[in-house]
């Protein structure tokens, strides 16, 4: 069993496909992004992940000219990125396919432009293709270099490159992702007025969401590592009143999960305002303390995204799911159709 | 809007009223992304700001161009912050000498109207999202008389004016009760670089020095909370009207 593969931005956001899930009975029902509105009630709380996307792809090459892909997955500190790094090869190719990288060791230097370098300053006992750097630019100089060579990080299964522009979301403020926060950016402004004339409210975090996938199993297994987020005094607010009025509060992605329930459990118990590291891999059997639905795409089974989606239903329900998606011709992946579950 | 602590992005900013506003904002304490196509230039405006303790990041790019839009305003709220001031202000005359409208190249008008009306266009799609989500934000177009008044041989200039004063009333509608303001302000006949282009043997004693709309320009964004989204102000004009609360200020 498979679904179809969205292989390109679709022209028109408010036709894609959306399975609404009931957690209480199970029940399911396949619907149009355009419903979305009236499937919410007064009061409840969509909270959205504001975070812009890097293009985070560099093209290199090693001190001894082999050619190497580094994907930017989370910035330690100014100038310092955890990477994932790939040999020969591009986007088109499956990253499960590409080649183990050029065997590097600390003090290695890749080479982007004449003037923009990094030296390695680690390679993971877990992973070869992953990899700390240290850049030969900092601050702006280094984000201006990123954007002037930098490419969307993007899979096999795309049409053609992205250009940056397809890789935001309506509300993207500041970069902070190495790839799209997916379930954000199906969501055109004019239903987000929708949404709020009918007395839903919105509130945004941000989260710095990585790679989904490297082409190790190893690694991909380990995905998704720490990733930044703050949470603002205003979204905890928000949070709080519709907690008190019955409104639910739902994630826009699971990247918006990840976040509420990481500061919850980061702090003993509490929703904190604040920067904050998501620590904790969400999966079935922890049972969520703030997100009470999720918007999401479509996951296969096994995918990081998936597990995280099993904390709210049952696996049956969860497999149920992509059988009537199959059956509807609704397709996975960022670009993608979507399910909600509340 | 207090500019104390908020993150602006001026476009136009290495010269004229664009490099003069820069400055107005960082003195009352915003923090500025400077936009323009001319590296060194804006360094020096970067330099100039920071010399007296404020935050400046100089960012090149071509506004007319769609693909800098995304990396223009992603550096500035990585390197500032959320966004919460957008202002509109770079902008070409199109080919010099000025020409009647007949005389101009049909490539040159889409050039024109891809730096004064498109690019603007382009910057606040990318800027007012989030705004928006925040309740929040102020997004300035800079305008002319060429915009109301038919010059000849301002033909290209003028028209893309005119769309950008109308495209603010639009974005003014579509926006309304959301926290989010668009103004669109014509600054007066200044004594710029660029004015000289067009007009080379102007009287230059009877135009107004870019540091002076720049400091009006600074008044009536502090203001802005009671000017009505989607107005058009005629900065020289504005000066004299009584806007509440502000104008006590302004007598200053």
């Known amino acids: 069993m498979a679904l179809q593969v969205a292989s390109w931005p679709p022209d028109e956001k408010l036709t894609a496909g959306l399975i609404h899930v009931e957690k209480e009975d199970g029940r399911l029902a396949v619907k149009t992004l355009r419903d979305l509105p009236g499937l919410l009630r007064e009061g409840d709380l969509l909270v959205l992940n504001d975070a812009a996307t890097l293009p985070a792809s560099l093209r290199g090459t090693t001190g001894g000219g082999d050619p190497v892909e580094l994907r930017l997955l989370s910035e330690i500190q100014d100038g310092t990125w955890r990477a994932v790094l790939f040999g020969a090869g591009d986007w088109r190719d499956r990253t499960e396919d590409r080649g183990p990288p050029p065997r590097l060791v600390p003090g290695d230097v890749l080479r982007f432009a004449p003037s923009f370098r990094a030296t390695v300053s680690q390679v993971s006992d877990l992973s070869v293709r992953l990899i700390e750097i240290r850049f030969s630019a900092r601050g702006g100089e280094l984000l201006q270099k990123i954007y002037a060579l930098g490419r969307p990080v993007q899979y096999s299964y795309l049409r053609a490159p992205l250009p940056l522009w397809e890789i935001q979301s309506a509300f993207a403020s500041r970069p902070w992702a190495v790839e799209m926060p997916s379930a954000g950016a199906s969501l055109p402004l004019s239903l987000l007025k929708e949404i709020r004339r009918c007395g839903i409210r919105l509130a945004s975090l941000t989260q710095a969401c990585g790679l989904s996938s490297s082409g190790d199993p190893v690694l991909d297994k380990a995905l998704p590592l720490g990733e930044r987020y703050e949470i603002p005094e205003e979204t905890v607010r928000l949070i709080r009143e519709a907690r008190e009025i019955n409104g639910r509060v739902i994630a826009v992605g699971t990247s918006v999960m990840r976040a509420l329930e990481g500061s919850f459990l980061h702090h003993g118990g509490f929703l904190k305002a604040g920067m904050g590291e998501t620590e904790f891999l969400i999966g079935p059997g922890y049972s969520p303390k703030i997100v009470q639905g999720l918007l999401t795409g479509l996951h296969e089974v096994g995918e990081s995204h998936y597990r995280l989606a099993a904390s709210l239903l049952p696996d049956a329900t969860l497999r149920e799911i992509l059988k009537i998606a199959e059956r509807a011709g609704l397709k996975t992946h960022e670009f993608g159709d979507l399910c909600l579950i509340l | ?252």
């Open chain 2, 1 to 252: 809007m207090n500019l104390k602590d908020k993150n602006a992005l001026i476009t136009g900013a290495s010269r004229g009223l664009g490099r003069a506003l820069s400055l107005e904002l960082a003195s009352a304490g915003a923090r500025v992304a400077l936009v323009a196509r001319n590296r060194s230039e804006l360094q020096k405006t970067e330099e100039e700001i920071r010399a007296a303790g404020g935050f400046a990041q100089a960012l090149s790019g071509d506004v007319g161009h769609k693909g800098s839009v995304y990396p223009l305003v992603g550096q500035a709220a990585r390197l500032l912050g959320p966004l919460d001031l957008l202002i509109n202000n770079a902008s070409t005359l199109g080919d010099l000498p000025l020409r009647d409208l007949v005389e101009t190249d049909c490539e040159g008008l889409s050039r024109v109207l891809e730096t004064n009306l498109v690019g603007p266009f382009r910057f606040i799609k990318a800027v007012v999202g989030p705004m928006w989500i925040r309740g929040q934000g102020l997004i300035v177009n800079i305008s002319s008389d060429a915009a109301v008044e038919a010059y000849a041989t301002w033909g290209a200039y003028g028209i893309s004016k005119a769309g950008l004063d109308h495209m603010t009333r639009v974005f003014a509608a579509e926006f309304e009760g959301s926290g989010v303001s668009f103004l669109s302000v014509d600054p007066g006949e200044m004594d710029t670089q660029m004015h000289a282009e067009a007009v080379p043997d102007a009287d230059r004693s009877l135009l107004i020095p870019p540091e002076e709309a720049a400091r009006r320009l600074k008044q009536l964004i502090q203001a802005s909370d009671s000017v009505p989204s989607g107005s058009r102000i005629v900065l020289a004009q504005w000066k004299e009207a009584s806007h509440g609360p502000s104008s006590g200020q302004l007598a200053s």
